[in-house]
């Protein structure tokens, strides 16, 4: 356990669908990330949020559109994905101006 | 651009058996280096993390190396498990990152200990 949470840990759905997926952590932490893990791949990461706000977004898609009510909490809400948004969604924490980043389980995401 | 490659890919010893993980990257202006460790379809777990100024760090039969101005680390694991078998990989935070720590990544070296 390394006191970041993701929900859920799989997840299908189809192109018209949304979805969100949901991070917590538990670390006392005021920066928070999205990344995308694919298959052969190196990790790219997808937004930043620095004390609630968005300090990052690494040219996504707007199909994808992160929430970060507070410090705590990190959302990615999904809508009209295509099949190769297929991927390991990784969320992360770190302390701001800390070096080390935590990362949850991460979900494991399946457009049809 | 900051790139970092990770060899070997694919790497299978036999238990108890020592090996060495190697991570290159490009660029030497670097705040820190990080191993990682992940499990299959799970998370990653971080490993150890060396700062610039550092040239190792050790955790339990760990030990990370780094030789900033040859851009190489080494992840060094001593006497092999089969627990140990996962994915390993380097990620390095260059500076110009800033507060956002923009890390960058090797595609790993997935690790195969045989009983």
């Excluded at chain 1, 390394?2 to 917590?24: A, D, F, I, Y």
Aim: charged fraction near 15%; glycine fraction near 8%.
């Amino acid at each position: 356990e390394t006191g970041v949470t993701q929900t859920p840990r799989h997840l299908v759905m189809g192109m018209t669908n949304k979805k969100s997926l949901k991070c917590e952590q538990h670390l006392g932490h005021n920066a928070m990330y999205w990344y995308k893990q694919s298959a052969k791949k190196p990790l790219e990461l997808m937004f930043v949020y620095n004390f609630k706000e968005q300090t990052e977004n690494n040219s996504v898609p707007s199909r994808f559109s992160p929430e970060c009510p507070n410090s705590s909490h990190l959302f990615l809400h999904l809508h009209t994905l295509q099949p190769e948004d297929s991927a390991l969604y990784l969320c992360a924490s770190s302390q701001e101006g800390g070096n080390e980043q935590f990362f949850g389980p991460g979900t494991r995401l399946t457009v049809l | 651009k900051q790139e970092v490659t990770q060899i070997p890919a694919a790497l299978s010893v036999p238990e108890g058996e020592n090996l060495v993980l190697n991570c290159s990257f490009t660029d030497s202006a670097i705040y820190n280096l990080q191993w990682f460790r992940q499990d299959p379809g799970k998370g990653l777990t971080s490993l150890l993390l060396i700062q610039s100024s550092q040239r190792e760090q050790t955790s339990g039969r760990l030990n990370a190396s780094l030789d900033k101005s040859s851009g190489r680390s080494t992840l060094y694991i001593a006497a092999s498990q089969p627990g140990d078998s996962a994915t390993y990989l380097c990620a390095v935070n260059p500076v110009g990152a800033g507060n956002n720590r923009k890390l960058i990544w090797g595609l790993g070296t997935s690790l195969a200990v045989n009983p």
